[in-house]
């Protein structure tokens, strides 16, 4: 009785994340100020609920790196140099903390193998940032390292992925692709070509990436409880 009312919950609040994303979208695109900052606001505290109740063992760290990214994308709102820096600076750290909790969770480490596959991702990481690099000057090299940070975080993935095909590695691999994608559109658009099209993907991509992020910390738990 008891799981079942917890699955009913976590049913419900899966639910109530995606309508954020969705309503956030719709208030961005109609242009409604209040509401859109609003429910920008609210997407990670739903995750971070979520992510309570549906872990068998809790891992701090991750309510660490969610509370991280939150920051984040509060100072990217402001739209100053100030901000940009700062959400530069957040984005890292979230980069860093997200590492450390899936080297925790890979036990079989095949370093030649991650420095391979990382390097494709740090490539066009690299070239997207020679794109805009006029734009970022202030907060140039912290994007640098937000991008070799980002490739590792992929490689590990992927290596993972290709030695060991369960739910976990799946998940994991789901997100980081995902934030790869989502971190490319987001400086097309915001630096180098604005487009509607682009921001909605971005939005529906965050949220996407995210919940695989927190559907691969449900699996990583699950094991070692």
């Not at 920008?40 to 992510?51: A, D, E, S, T």
């Not at 095909?165 to 995902?178: R, V």
């Not at 509607?196 to 919940?211: K, Q, V």
Request: proline share 1%; hydrophobic share 55%; charged share 15%.
């Amino acid at each position: 009785m008891v799981f079942q009312a917890k699955d009913t919950t976590v049913r419900y609040l899966t639910l109530l994340y995606f309508s954020v994303i969705v309503l956030y979208s719709i208030c961005v695109y109609f242009d409604f100020e209040e509401l859109r900052a609003l429910f920008g606001f609210l997407r990670i505290p739903v995750l971070l609920v979520l992510y309570y109740v549906s872990s068998v063992k809790r891992d701090l760290l991750y309510f660490l790196a969610l509370i991280v990214f939150q920051a984040a994308y509060i100072f990217f709102g402001k739209n100053t140099d100030t901000g940009l820096l700062y959400g530069a600076i957040a984005s890292v750290l979230y980069r860093f903390i997200l590492i450390l909790i899936v080297l925790k969770a890979i036990h079989d480490k095949r370093w030649d193998m991650v420095f391979l596959t990382s390097l494709p991702i740090l490539f066009i990481y690299l070239y997207l940032i020679d794109l805009i690099k006029d734009s970022i000057a202030n907060s140039y090299y912290i994007w640098i390292l937000n991008g070799i940070l980002t490739a590792f975080l992929g490689g590990l993935a992927v290596t993972n992925y290709c030695y060991k095909d369960d739910q976990k590695s799946f998940w994991l691999l789901l997100s980081a692709l995902l934030f790869v994608i989502q971190i490319g559109l987001f400086f097309v658009n915001k630096f180098y070509l604005k487009q509607e099209l682009f921001l909605h993907m971005i939005i529906i991509l965050y949220g996407i990436s995210h919940y695989t992020f927190y559907k691969f910390m449900v699996f990583k738990d699950r094991e070692k409880s």
